[in-house]
């Protein structure tokens, strides 16, 4: 079992920035393929952006490349995900998802979860 616990949320202004954390425990952190996800209020779960179990491939939704950064510190097993230019179309609760044998941009194909932390960006 890996669990998994976001953090960094917040309410933001339009263009303003958040960093959120994801801090992992239970199983080898360097093991696992790592993505970020979002809902938005009557929305499906939606890709963000996800990262390799080294770190050296990343990968991005459209609509947030350029903005967002997602890194990972296996040392901390923690992943981030930096996220500037705030818009208000990026209000959602984002989760960070856990799974093996690689990245993928489907949520249906990650393992473990987190609880989820709210990001809000006011216009």
């Known amino acids: 079992q890996v669990q998994l616990v976001e953090s960094g949320g917040g309410l933001v202004q339009a263009g303003g920035s958040l960093r959120l954390s994801c801090a992992a425990s239970?199983?080898?952190?360097?093991?696992?393929?790592m993505g970020w996800f979002r809902q938005a209020p009557g929305k499906e779960r939606e890709f963000v952006a996800a990262?390799?179990?080294?770190?050296?491939?990343?990968y991005y939704e459209d609509s947030v490349k350029g903005r967002f950064t997602i890194s990972r510190d296996n040392g901390k097993d923690t992943v981030y995900l930096q996220m500037n230019s705030l818009k208000p179309e990026d209000t959602a609760v984002y989760y960070c998802?856990?799974?093996?044998?690689?990245?993928?941009?489907?949520?249906?194909?990650?393992?473990?979860w987190g609880q989820g932390t709210q990001v809000t960006v006011s216009s």
């Open positions: 998802a856990a799974r093996r044998g690689g990245v993928n941009y489907n949520a249906r194909f990650y393992n473990y």
């Open positions: 239970g199983r080898t952190f360097s093991n696992y393929d």
């Open positions: 990262i390799s179990w080294s770190g050296g491939s990343t």
